[in-house]
């Protein structure tokens, strides 16, 4: 049964921003996976550390459902947000609070980063020309914003399919159906992406991984289709079995074949035609899944209250690749195990982020932005 009355707006969920917060933490420390050996991109990358096969796993697991799960939660709060306000006035509040910071990130953040580890790590006076170079060279958004210019392209896609096709809201809530067709889609899709664009590709005017733009697709819209958070289950019975079952015959088949671990293609796994580049595919959904709704499940269970910390995640988020590539490059001549880099020093980027998101908030009409 299908109704186009729109609900009444409902008191905000708690503990999806503690979903979001957990998100950014996990962020934080992913990046900071990168710069002592774990696999991705990130502004410093210790010479001190090759390649770690520990932090490599921790770097997959978490990009098979963190960004996802970002998405997952922002389409429901846009849907939401659609549901209260007219479309116009919708676009304007997520160009202020996506397109700005998007744009400012990208124009000075990336050139304080270069000149932050010179000043560092080569003991270099502060050079104008980095500004002037990177303003000259600068092909599109540039750092972890992606996430920022994508959903403001999610949701205005959304907000133009209000304005044509006004929602029909169900009280029927995604279920085993809906969610598998959306996860077999994004196997599908994300395998037929990468064939062409292996996932370690980076599209340039996105700065945006376009092999695992289907699986945002598939969160965004999952996002959308939930009627009511608090009563939605993520993780029905017979799904959990079956993503479980998926997931250990894909990896054992996988691990069967390759014999020695250390004989992957990382090439082959990322992309092309191939039984990799298909495991891969299924792994990094089904997986990823399972995550997600363990993660969702806990969060509702047991931290469904406000923080204290919950208004500063954004900003943090916005700020921790500057504050983080400090730290780390002030760190550079520490001895430790990467292991004990990435606890102590993600334990370090995560507070002093934190705190640098609560002096921005400060400033008179950050509010109104971040």
Not at 83 to 95: Q, S, T
Not at 237 to 250: D, E, G, K, N, R
Not at 269 to 278: E, P, Q, R, T, Y
């Amino acid at each position: 049964m299908a109704s186009d009355q729109k609900p009444k707006s409902k008191p905000r969920l708690e503990f999806l921003d503690t979903i979001r917060d957990v998100l950014t933490v996990l962020v934080i420390y992913m990046h900071t996976v990168v710069a002592y050996g774990g696999t991705g991109k990130w502004a410093y990358v210790s010479k001190a550390h090759p390649p770690n096969i520990l932090l490599e796993i921790l770097s997959a697991l978490a990009q098979t459902f963190y960004m996802a799960s970002f998405f997952m939660i922002s389409g429901f709060f846009s849907r939401m947000s659609l549901d209260r306000k007219p479309a116009a006035e919708f676009v304007r509040g997520k160009l202020i609070r996506l397109g700005i910071p998007t744009v400012i990130y990208t124009l000075v953040v990336p050139p304080l980063q270069v000149a932050i580890m010179q000043i560092l790590l080569e003991k270099k006076s502060l050079d104008i020309g980095i500004f002037l170079d990177h303003l000259r060279n600068l092909e599109g958004v540039k750092g972890p914003v992606w996430y920022c210019a994508l959903l403001l392209i999610f949701d205005c896609l959304q907000a133009l399919k209000v304005t044509v096709a006004p929602f029909r809201f169900s009280e029927r809530q995604p279920g085993f159906t809906f969610i598998l067709l959306g996860i077999v889609s994004a196997v599908v899709v994300g395998f037929c992406v990468r064939i062409v664009f292996p996932c370690l590709y980076v599209w340039p005017p996105l700065n945006l991984r376009l092999g695992f733009v289907p699986q945002y697709v598939a969160a965004y819209i999952l996002g959308i289709s939930i009627r009511n958070m608090e009563t939605w289950d993520p993780l029905p019975s017979p799904m959990m079995w079956l993503l479980s079952a998926i997931t250990t015959v894909v990896l054992a088949v996988s691990v069967a074949t390759l014999g020695d671990p250390s004989a992957v293609d990382t090439e082959e796994v990322c992309g092309g035609l191939s039984g990799m580049s298909a495991s891969y595919a299924v792994v990094n959904e089904a997986l990823g899944y399972l995550l997600f709704a363990a993660v969702f499940k806990l969060c509702r269970a047991f931290a469904n209250k406000r923080s204290r910390f919950t208004r500063y995640a954004y900003g943090a988020f916005l700020l921790h690749p500057l504050v983080s590539v400090a730290i780390e490059a002030a760190l550079d001549d520490w001895m430790a195990s990467a292991e004990m880099k990435v606890a102590v020093v993600g334990t370090i980027n995560v507070c002093t982020s934190w705190a640098a998101a609560w002096a921005l908030l400060k400033v008179p009409g950050m509010k109104k932005v971040i």
